[in-house]
């Protein structure tokens, strides 16, 4: 690795950070570090599910079934991916969760890269996006 390019492997690299290949928390200098987009590999059990909603959305986000079902929780609305490819786009000032109806890959693209939206997911356990 040079300071502009950087080789991985999704599945690997995002293991070592809660998921997130791509934005303001990976270290200054890294090609990966950016403050205009998170990108995040999640691998999520069934049954898995965001710890609580996240409020007062700062960020636009798209997020891309890769394989499994995955509901997005919106308010007023549900939103169910279930062919690979499926995908959802919301905005700034929308409200959102999620839930792992079964074993899912799904890949998150937000921008732009804004800290303090890390909350707990466990007991203990500190999580993201």
Not at 25 to 34: E, L, V
Request: hydrophobic residues 35%; without cysteine; proline residues 5%.
């Amino acid at each position: 690795m040079n300071d502009t390019v950087y080789t991985g492997n999704a599945g690997r690299d995002a293991a070592l950070d809660r998921g997130w290949l791509l934005g303001h928390f990976k270290a200054a200098g890294d090609p990966r570090h950016s403050e205009d987009v998170e990108i995040k590999w999640g691998v999520h059990p069934k049954g898995d599910e965001r710890a609580r909603w996240v409020t007062g959305e700062e960020r636009t986000a798209l997020l891309v079934l890769i394989n499994g079902r995955f509901r997005v929780e919106l308010p007023g609305r549900s939103v169910v991916l279930v062919e690979q490819g499926d995908y959802v786009v919301w905005g700034r000032g929308v409200d959102h969760s999620w839930y792992a109806e079964e074993e899912s890959v799904v890949l998150t693209v937000r921008w732009p890269s804004v800290p303090g939206y890390r909350v707990p997911e466990r007991s203990g356990d500190e999580g993201g996006g």
